[in-house]
C-alpha cells in the first residue's frame, strides 16, 4: 500500500526552522505496518524555489510518481488559504485516492471544513496516530468500514457524518519517533541558525521536537491542535465547554481513562530521542516546542537528571518554552535546567496589565510573576526572552501603559503580537459573531432581524468565515480584531508606538482620540499625568495664566 504524506508550506518570509513532525510519526507507523510511505515537505523544499511557494508542474511530478492509495496532508490555521488551493489540485491528480486531513486548520470545525473544501474525503479530529493507523487498516484490508473508525469527521455521499469520538492517548511512550530519513534533513540543517541564545545561534545542525501534548493552562487565546482536554470540550461542543465536558466525559468512562490538559512521555522516551538524533545526525543544538515544560516540575527535573547523565549536557545544548508562574514559585528550577545545558526559555507575558492577565487571559499569572521570571532568569545569566500581545478583548490605554513601562523598566525590547481569535481558541467561539461581522458587514445589520431567512445567513456567515480563514497568518499582522475598545488601525499605531517605547506618542493619541470620541477607553489615569506630554503642557500653561 502507498502513503504520501504533504506537509504545505507556511510563512513564506521565514525559514523551515521546524521538522514536520506529524508526518514523520506517521511515516513511522506506514513503515511497522509494512507499507510504503514518502513525505512531500512543501515547506522545506520551497528553500530549493527562492522560498516561494512551489509550482504545480513541480507538486504535479512528485504526485504521479507512484498510485497512492492514501495522502494525508495536514496543518495549521494559517495555512488554510494555501491547503484551499493544494487538494483540489491533489484531487484532480489523484483521483482515486483516499485524502486525508487534520490538524489545526481543520480539527475544531470539521463539518465546515468538508463544505469548504469539498475533495476532502475525512478528518481526522484532535490527535492523529490511532485514528491514522485504523484508516489504514481499513484501506489495505478492502474493507473501508470507516464509520467504526473513531475520532473521524467523514463524508458519506452528500452527507457529512462524526464517527464515535476517540479518547487521548495516555501513554505517549508508544507513539513512535518520527521517520527522520524521509525528512529534508540537509535543507533543516541548513537553516540551524536561531537567534535566541549564543549557542542556538552558532549552531550547525539544530534539531526540533515535541513531546508535550496540551498545556496545563487555560489561556482564552490559545488552542492545542485538539489534544488536550480543553480542546475537546471547545471541538465538541463548538466552543461549549460545559456541553463539550459531557461527551468528553462519556469518552473517559468508555475507555476507562481520564484525559488530561496536558500529557508528557516519560523522561526516558525524550532523552533517548535525543540520543537517536544525536548518533544519527550529530546534531549539536535542540529546539524543545513543548508548549510549557516548566509547568511539570517532576517531569523536567527527571528529564534534566537523565540528561545529564547521558552526557548530553555539553555536546547537545537546547532551548524550549514555559511559563511564568511555574518559575516564580520553583525559580531553583531554571538553574536545574541550565546545568542540563538549557540556553533559553521563551515565556509567553502577553501582558503586564494584572487587569487584562485576570479577565481576558486567563493564565492564572500576574505582573508579579513576570518580574519575578525576569529577575531570576538574569540570576543565573539567561537572556530573559518574552512574547506580548494586543488588542486583547478588555484592553484600554491604561493597560498598553502599563505594559510599556514594564518594558522600558526591564529593557525588554519586543513587537507584540495582535491577539487574534484563530479558530479553535476560546475567544473564537466567545467572539465569532462579531469576528464574522468583521469579513461581512451584513452581518451586522441583519443579526435578530425576523425578515432575513435563516438559510440567507448562514451563507453570509459561511462565505465570511471562508475569507476570515484565509486571511489568517501570523499574528504579528491583523485580521479580525476582538478588542471591544480600539480599531484595527489604531492597534497598528500603538502597537508601533509600543515597540518603540514611544509613551509620548500614546499619551498624545490617547488626548486626541479622547477629545474626538469621548470613548473613556482613552481617558488616561492620572497616574501617567506626570509623564503625559499634554497635561504637563496643560499644567505649565495653566501655572504661567495664573502667575499673571
Not at 484532480?92 to 485516492?97: E, F, L, T
Not at 463544505?115 to 484508516?135: A, R, W, Y
Request: glycine share 6%.
Amino acid at each position: 500500500m502507498n502513503v504520501l504524506l504533504i506537509h504545505p508550506e507556511i510563512r513564506l518570509d521565514d525559514k523551515p526552522f521546524d521538522f514536520p513532525f506529524w508526518a514523520g510519526i506517521f511515516a513511522s507507523i506506514v513503515e511497522q505496518k509494512g507499507g510504503q510511505v514518502a513525505i512531500l515537505d512543501l515547506n522545506a523544499l520551497r528553500m530549493n524555489n527562492g522560498g516561494n511557494y512551489l509550482s504545480s508542474n513541480f507538486i504535479k511530478k512528485e504526485l504521479l510518481l507512484a498510485d497512492w492509495d492514501l495522502i494525508g496532508i495536514g496543518g495549521l490555521t494559517t495555512m488554510y488559504s494555501r491547503l484551499k488551493q493544494l487538494i483540489p489540485f491533489i484531487r484532480k491528480i489523484c483521483p482515486n485516492s483516499t485524502i486525508i486531513t487534520g490538524g489545526g486548520w481543520a480539527t475544531y470545525n470539521p463539518d465546515e471544513i468538508l463544505k469548504l473544501v469539498p475533495d476532502i474525503d475525512m478528518i481526522c479530529i484532535g490527535e492523529g496516530e490511532e485514528t491514522f493507523s485504523e484508516v489504514y487498516d481499513q484501506i489495505k484490508n478492502g474493507t473501508r468500514d470507516f464509520e467504526n473508525v473513531k475520532g473521524l469527521c467523514l463524508r458519506d455521499k452528500n452527507e457529512i457524518k462524526f464517527t464515535e469520538p476517540r479518547a487521548l492517548i495516555p501513554n505517549l511512550d508508544v507513539v513512535p519517533y518520527p521517520n527522520y530519513d524521509l525528512f529534508e534533513m540537509d535543507i533543516y540543517f541548513r537553516y540551524s541558525s536561531y537567534p535566541y541564545s549564543k549557542e542556538a545561534f552558532n549552531s550547525k545542525k539544530r534539531a526540533t521536537a515535541v513531546w508535550e501534548r496540551g498545556c496545563p493552562r487555560g489561556c482564552t487565546f490559545c488552542s492545542h491542535n485538539g489534544m488536550s482536554r480543553i480542546d475537546l470540550q471547545n471541538i465538541y461542543g463548538k466552543g461549549d465547554r460545559i456541553e463539550g465536558e459531557k461527551i468528553v466525559r462519556i469518552t473517559d468512562k468508555a475507555n476507562d481513562t481520564f484525559q488530561l490538559p496536558a500529557r508528557w512521555p516519560s523522561p526516558k522516551y525524550a532523552v533517548d530521542n535525543v540520543k537517536l538524533l544525536k548518533e544519527k545526525f550529530d546534531i549539536d543544538f535542540l529546539s524543545i516546542l513543548d508548549e510549557n515544560m516548566t509547568s511539570n516540575r517532576k517531569w523536567t527535573q527527571e528529564f534534566c537528571d537523565l540528561y545529564i547523565k547521558e552526557g548530553l549536557a555539553e555536546s547537545v545544548k537546547w532551548g524550549t518554552l514555559g511559563d511564568a508562574p511555574s518559575v516564580a514559585t520553583n525559580p531553583d528550577l531554571l538553574k536545574t535546567m541550565k546545568d542540563a545545558g538549557c540556553s533559553y526559555i521563551s515565556f509567553g507575558f502577553e501582558s503586564a496589565s494584572n487587569k487584562v492577565l485576570k479577565v481576558d487571559i486567563q493564565k492564572g499569572q500576574t505582573q508579579m510573576h513576570l518580574q519575578k521570571t525576569i529577575d531570576e532568569i538574569k540570576k543565573i545569566n539567561l537572556r530573559p526572552l518574552t512574547t506580548f500581545m494586543i488588542g486583547n478583548p478588555h484592553e484600554d490605554i491604561n493597560d498598553l501603559l502599563e505594559t510599556v513601562t514594564f518594558w522600558i523598566k526591564n529593557n525588554i525590547e519586543v513587537d507584540p503580537f495582535i491577539c487574534t481569535p484563530y479558530v479553535g481558541s476560546p475567544i473564537y467561539f466567545n467572539n465569532k459573531d462579531f469576528v464574522l461581522q468583521q469579513y461581512d458587514e451584513r452581518l451586522k445589520f441583519a443579526q435578530n432581524n425576523p425578515s432575513i431567512e435563516k438559510s440567507t445567513i448562514d451563507e453570509w456567515k459561511f462565505n465570511a468565515l471562508d475569507k476570515f480563514m484565509k486571511e489568517c497568518g501570523d499574528a504579528t499582522l491583523y485580521t479580525a480584531t476582538i478588542s471591544k475598545y480600539f480599531t484595527i488601525p489604531e492597534l497598528i499605531a500603538l502597537k508601533r508606538f509600543m515597540y518603540k517605547h514611544d509613551t509620548r506618542r500614546m499619551l498624545q493619541m490617547a488626548h486626541q482620540r479622547y477629545e474626538q470620541t469621548g470613548l473613556e477607553q482613552w481617558n488616561h489615569d492620572e497616574q501617567w499625568n506626570k509623564i503625559c506630554p499634554v497635561c504637563i503642557a496643560k499644567d505649565e500653561v495653566s501655572l504661567k495664566i495664573s502667575s499673571n
